[in-house]
């Protein structure tokens, strides 16, 4: 069974029409946190179906709506969603101890508004974190990922550039 995910992070309450074109194919779609206003959750959700955590500037509604983390399976995968997770070699110590006790294939976090994909050799998983597709922050680009999930892995994964942050 094959799922074609796009996944987002840091919107920060900014709305990119590309956002539909780059994720009308996809089965799911995955916001990592800092929507920013439910607004954009209500139009990636017309997109297609939306799973997601909150993040640090998203306010009670979207607390509400979502969970500040989220474990996914996938036929024999195991996923790990937060927004603030740190980065190989310098998680913070709460995600040191689930990624320790989950052991997930696959962790995906924000916040940092660095798109960053690769194999963590120690957890044995692949970090990946989606950058910022907002205007706010200190990116320059702002980007997005899309990615095939199968049973056994993801397949297929590409980071797409929006445009210049602004």
């Not at 509400?64 to 399976?73: D, G, N, T, V, W």
């Not at 603030?84 to 294939?105: A, E, R, T, V």
């Not at 692949?126 to 999930?149: E, M």
Request: charged share 25%; net charge positive.
């Amino acid at each position: 069974m094959i799922k074609k995910i796009g996944l987002i992070s840091d919107t920060h309450s900014y709305w990119d029409n590309k956002f539909k074109k780059y994720f009308k194919y996809c089965d799911e779609i995955w916001h990592a946190g800092d929507i920013g206003h439910i607004n954009i959750a209500d139009k990636l959700n017309k997109i297609a179906p939306l799973r997601g955590v909150y993040g640090n500037v998203d306010d009670n509604t979207l607390r509400q709506e979502f969970a500040k983390e989220l474990e996914i399976r996938h036929g024999n995968l195991k996923i790990y969603m937060t927004h603030i997770g740190g980065s190989p070699l310098s998680y913070n110590n709460y995600c040191k101890s689930k990624l320790s006790k989950l052991k997930p294939q696959i962790f995906i976090c924000g916040h940092s508004h660095i798109c960053k994909i690769i194999y963590d050799k120690k957890f044995k998983l692949l970090y990946i974190n989606p950058g910022a597709s907002g205007i706010t922050g200190f990116h320059q680009v702002r980007t997005i990922i899309r990615f095939d999930l199968l049973t056994d892995n993801i397949k297929n994964l590409e980071v797409i550039e929006l445009g210049l942050r602004m």
